[in-house]
Structure formats: C-alpha cells, structure tokens
C-alpha cells in the first residue's frame, strides 16, 4: 500500500502550487480522501476530505477560499489545489486514506485513518 505526495517545493507568497497524492495497493474507491498538514512545533490538522460515498467535500472553514480538493479516479490519483499562500501555510502536507464512506466532519477523525502519505514539504516566503 502506498501514498505518494507529490508538488510540493518553495513558491512566494501569493503564489499557488498543487500537490498531488497517488494511490497504489488498496481499492482506492471504497477510501475517503484527506489531505493534513503539520508546521513545525505544531500539531497536524486537516485541511480537507473527500468522501468515497458521494464524492462530497469537506474544507476547514478557514482555509475553503483558497484550497481545492479534487480527484482523477482513473489515475487513482488525488490533488490538493493551493492558491494566495502564505507563509503561515509553510508545513509537511500528507494525504491519507480512510476506509469509512464519508468524512469525519468533528475533529477529522486523523486516526482513523489506515494509511498516510511520506508527506511534502510546501515552503511559502514572504
């Protein structure tokens, strides 16, 4: 079973990049989708998921306007479309995989989460 994030690198403040985490080993259809993050000294949160039941998508509020969740199912593949960063978005972005329908929508549900990415590094300067 593999996770593989991909996109990531330095980009300047205002400036957009898209990260992309490609599946392999497991039956990508019957998992949910979410991509995490983590800055240094800081806990990982969610930034978004998308349901394996319906294809819907859930954003932390404070971040919806500029980040985008989308998927290719034929390439097994899913993407993290970032744009207007900011050096406060400089983190470790991992996907993961999780086996129930639908997206935990209290307080992510990071463990229950059966597989993660290696993570990306996403460097946003001022």
């Known amino acids: 079973v593999q996770l593989v994030e991909s996109g990531g690198g330095l980009v300047q403040a205002g400036g957009s990049l898209r990260l992309s985490c490609a599946a392999s080993?497991?039956?990508?259809?019957?998992?949910?989708i979410g991509w995490f993050r983590q800055a240094p000294g800081k806990e990982r949160e969610g930034i978004t998921c998308?349901?394996?039941?319906?294809?819907?998508?859930y954003y932390e509020e404070s971040l919806k306007d500029r980040f985008a969740i989308s998927t290719d199912n034929a390439e097994n593949t899913v993407y993290l479309q970032m744009n207007s960063l900011k050096p406060e978005d400089t983190a470790v972005y991992y996907c993961?995989?999780?086996?129930?329908?639908?997206?935990?929508?209290?307080?992510?549900?990071?463990?229950?989460?059966?597989?993660w990415g290696q993570g990306a590094q996403v460097t946003v300067s001022s």
């Open positions: 080993g497991f039956t990508f259809d019957d998992y949910s």
């Open positions: 998308i349901s394996s039941r319906d294809g819907s998508k």
């Open positions: 993961a995989a999780d086996p129930y329908e639908m997206c935990h929508t209290v307080g992510w549900g990071m463990h229950q989460y059966e597989y």
